[in-house]
């Protein structure tokens, strides 16, 4: 696919003065990078650009990209905005606090590339075949002359290589790598951007892996591999929320692993992740517990306690395996996409 | 730096029917797929091409690489090839059996990305610059006239992607990007290639890492970060050599750590590995323990058990602690190139 006209949204921008960005609810690499990286670049055309977090959550993890600092949470924003630009976000609502600066702004744009359209807007632009917003947002910043600093690269860079799973992921594509060429060209350094993102976890998300690795459980001839924590597995090592969100990948990684599944207790509810390493759809599995998320990577929210919860996964996946695996690319149509999206868990593809 | 001109190079495969390709010892992904991407490349073009392995080890995770069946021993390999081509080797020496194949062959090639020159070979092209010996040879096959195929492309995607960590270390610029963009344009799969590579480890290696991590010890506030494990772990639990060589990545991880040991005891001797996430230059220490690397990631062996091991690797890290962080980029020079490379652990940048 060719890269997007963004004349209409870069003309919304004409007189306007101030302007507000927001990402989705659990925010991640992509809406975080894009978000400062339009804040940055904006900025750099001479509008007043205020980077809003569609709830209080800030992930320290991203801390060392620029202007990270100027993050305010949307619910202490009471302006109105002349152009509100949500990106990374399919709907008014996945934006969290930021609906209500959505609902007042004079103008809105979103940039996105999550399956969906972007009629909710003034102007939109969906490219579900982009591997990030980031990619997108590069792009848009590009045609409407911002100058295309190191900064900026940096952000966008880290939208694509934590959406792309450090380019794993089905959607990591020759596209998605060629842009990636052109943020380093522009001063992105991707050991950099490695180091902060990967290679600064806290002891207690390795001890805390080290566990959920010790309590692996293979089952279904090896197929499902599934393993658990609770809370006090997290007070007990000191692990913040955060600290579990990879706990899934490292069970992915097993050799002949279909399915895999990690449940976590939080008070009344097991909230679990689903990862699928072959045509398998999981999402549909998902669908079946109310959750939802992509083909190969999805979440659910069981009310109950992990043996429940776990007897509950256990047999659905059994069905699974016992049909043949499906050849269709689509979430099962009876999740919507705004379901899907607002139950999905905040460490999904 | 711009491609290489290999005009020379190829004019050397004029008139030539065998040719014998090797990589180095303790092979890689750099050295295996880059061997088979010649081997397929120049096969296309008429050639009887026989790759062929510095030493008996093959290693079980490139297997999914095409043609990867036909590699043989080049302790096996008695005939006198036409041409000869060494890739990812930087001394005769380091291609192992493969040394007496390149004594013997009429004509001598290499294509090489390390450290040093290409004299000891008839032709021979060195490009310290590049992230990997597989991208110098996606551009000799072309500038050869290949059929660029998925099978090529995915050969050499392999040796960039495990030679650059995932596109995570510090020669993971926007020229290996934008190759990386060109193999995945040419059919390589990038998720495929991670599924293959990164998603596919054994019960033994993830519980072996659970382990090191378990036995993780924070020295000098957190500086240093060391593991061990012996034997008996590798034996009590099933894992190979190859299991344990990805345990120094699980130490590497922890945030704040400026220098990371993991040390394996073998028998009558301590294996080492040791990686610097800050400027800091382990090989320099590695050196003093007539050990070899990279600035920022480095091998060592210690005739002794492991409390002596880790009471003389402790001396040394608290001398660097002690000094400045030294600027320089370069190997201490009192460790030549060939000593560094045959001493140098197999799971090294």
Redesign the interface.
Known sequence: MAKLDYTNGIELLDGARSVAVCGHVNPDGDCLGSALALTLGLRSLGYEVTPLLATREQPKLYDFLASYGDFMPACEYHARPDVFILVDVPSAARAGDGEHVFKRAKKTLVIDHHQGDASFADVGYVDSTAAAAGMLVWDFLEQAGAEMTADIATCCYTAL?TDTG?????N????A??A???M??AGAL??EV??YV??????AA??L???V??R?E?LFDGKLALSWACEADFEELGASKEDGDSLID?I?????VEIAVMLREQGPVVRGSIRS?TDRDVAAIAAQMNGGGHKAAAGFTIHGKLPEARAIVEGLVAESFAEQPKASMTTDAEVTATTAFTRIREDML
Request: no cysteine.
């Open positions: 290589v450090r380019f794993q992921f089905q990591a594509d020759s596209r790598l060629m990636a060429a052109d380093a060209a991707p050991s490695a180091r990967y290679q600064r976890r806290s002891w390795l001890q892996e080290a566990l690795v010790r692996l293979l490292a992915r990684q097993l050799d002949g390493k």
